[in-house]
């Protein structure tokens, strides 16, 4: 079974500058999470998604950033613009479903603003 | 608000030790509790999920425990080896559909 897919690894940018980043998730499974993981700390959860609902963006800083999973499989989260504090690994993560499901995660993306 | 806390922040120990790794969580109504551990640039990978009816999990070499009403779960690694060395992380379920991450212990086995 192929696990879930992130790109791209790595992401160097300069501040004010825009980046996207990609997750396809385990096949079959309904639930979508990204997560920003800073540093020295736990993952935070910024989106989740069921299908092609969000379920819970309240930590999200929706100025700058915003994420959507049209066909309720592959999933893009973006920044724009980007600042300094966004330096992080950002990590996508699935589920079978809602609820207590057990999560899978990818590889993360390690993005640093300049 | 659920809160998670891992202690020790670091570890370090002699290869073939046995050790344990501490998470306590605030609210003691939870779903369940995973395990994870994360190699330097990588993602996570689940080690262990525990059921809050249950009060453990074993995975080879990988025991964990849960106590809910004490708010607290322990990873026991049996004779441990170099390749153990990573940052090990808990998360809840517990509340509004979400997990809620400690801050991870990181460990270092030395050969």
């Known amino acids: 079974e192929a696990g879930v897919a992130q790109s791209p690894r790595y992401k160097i940018i300069e501040k004010r500058q825009s980046v996207a980043f990609w997750c396809n998730p385990i096949?079959?499974?309904?639930?979508l999470y990204w997560y920003q993981q800073i540093l020295g700390q736990g993952p935070k959860l910024l989106i989740q998604f069921q299908n092609n609902g969000v379920v819970d963006d309240s930590q999200l800083p929706k100025d700058r950033f915003s994420a959507e999973r049209l066909k309720g499989v592959d999933s893009t989260l973006k920044i724009q613009p980007a600042k300094l504090e966004d330096s992080a690994v950002y990590l996508c993560a699935s589920s079978l479903g809602l609820g207590p499901n057990e999560q899978f995660f990818g590889p993360g993306t390690r993005l640093t603003v300049l | 608000k659920q809160e998670v806390t891992q202690i020790p922040a670091a570890l370090s120990v002699p290869e073939g030790e046995n050790l344990v790794l501490n998470c306590s969580f605030t609210d003691s109504a939870i779903y369940n509790l995973q395990w994870f551990r994360q190699d330097p640039g990588k993602g996570l990978t689940s080690l262990l999920l525990i059921q809050s009816s249950q009060r453990e999990q074993t995975s080879g070499r990988l025991n964990a425990s849960l106590d809910k009403s004490s708010g607290r779960s322990t990873l026991y690694i049996a004779a441990s080896q170099p390749g153990d060395s990573a940052t090990y992380l808990c998360?809840?379920?517990?509340?509004?559909?979400?997990?809620?991450f400690g801050t991870g212990t990181r460990l270092k086995v030395l050969a």
């Open positions: 998360a809840v379920y517990s509340g509004t559909y979400k997990y809620i």
């Open positions: 096949s079959g499974h309904a639930t």
